[in-house]
């Protein structure tokens, strides 16, 4: 490992990103919650776009327990896997009743239907509620064994867990989008814009391949 002082390595881009919205163009929880369940697999342009039709028809979680898949249904299906998504978003809407109930701790967010530690993650950091882990996306997947901070695994959780062994706690909430948006825009899958990137002289692939 190379860094010895994660907090202070990796403060230039949490700075960089922290007030950065999130790619997903949400109200409130309530949208949040629907939205990353839609976003799996799928962009966030193409959730931004569906989900104007979808929120005024169904305004909230009650609005949205009393429909029908067959009614949901019409207004995801431009949606990758919509059939799955209108079964799990119209259960957790079933189970919820409210927009007062949405679980503000990890291991409830996740024992909804098409909710991860990655889409719990986001609510919680969105939320500004208390960190449980960190975000690991597909960006973050790419990223985070370039800079040597851990090996190069396809599993999120995998590379999660070890994320949270290495870094501070007061990071968490920060980190993970941060390295998300580091993703999208510099540390991209071919030819990673390294001479922008504001923590190159603490990454192992920019020694690698610059020194
Ligand atoms: S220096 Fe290059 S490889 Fe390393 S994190 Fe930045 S963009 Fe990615």
Redesign the pocket.
């Known amino acids: 490992m190379l860094f010895n002082n994660w907090k202070e390595n990796l403060e230039p881009i949490i700075k960089k990103y922290k007030s950065k919205k999130h790619p997903l163009l949400y109200q409130n929880l309530y949208q949040l919650l629907i939205m990353v369940i839609l976003s799996a697999q799928d962009s966030d342009t193409n959730i931004n776009k569906v989900t104007i039709p979808f929120f005024k028809k169904y305004p909230d979680i009650d609005s949205l327990s009393k429909s029908s898949i067959e009614e949901i249904t019409t207004y995801i299906s431009k949606v990758k896997n919509f059939k799955s998504k209108a079964n799990w978003i119209l259960e957790t809407a079933t189970i919820l009743k409210s927009n007062e109930n949405i679980p503000n701790k990890l291991k409830d967010l996740i024992n909804l239907k098409g909710i991860g530690r990655k889409s719990a993650n986001v609510i919680l950091r969105e939320n500004k509620m208390q960190a449980e882990g960190i975000i690991v996306d597909l960006h973050v997947i790419r ?1 985070v064994p ?2 040597g901070l851990t090996p190069k695994y396809k599993n999120g959780n995998k590379i999660e867990k070890i994320l949270m062994q290495e870094l501070p706690y007061e990071i968490w909430n920060d980190i993970g989008m941060a390295f998300s948006f ?1 993703g999208r825009e ?2 991209r899958p071919i030819n ?3 001479n ?2 504001p ?2 002289i603490d ?4 020694k690698n391949n610059n020194h």
Do not use: A, G
């Open positions: 990223v370039r800079i580091l510099i540390c990673p814009k390294c922008l990137c923590i190159n990454c192992e692939y920019y």
